[in-house]
């Protein structure tokens, strides 16, 4: 779990934009950069080289 004002002011490291909490994936996912960032023992690893690239669908769907 993430605490929620954490959430509030992380942004995506890559384009500055809001991020999204995927808690069945354990993931923030920021929309503008289709980069998805995994959260571990509750710490959100916020470094471009950690993050996946998110499918076309996956971006459509946030």
Do not use: Q
Request: charged fraction near 30%; include cysteine.
């Amino acid at each position: 779990m993430i605490d929620p004002n954490l959430l509030d002011i992380l942004v995506c490291p890559v384009s500055k934009a809001p991020l999204i909490h995927d808690e069945r994936n354990n993931e923030l996912k920021c929309k503008a950069s289709g980069l998805a960032y995994p959260v571990r023992d509750g710490i959100p690893v916020m470094l471009e080289e950690e993050a996946r690239t998110m499918s076309d669908e996956e971006i459509g769907g946030l």
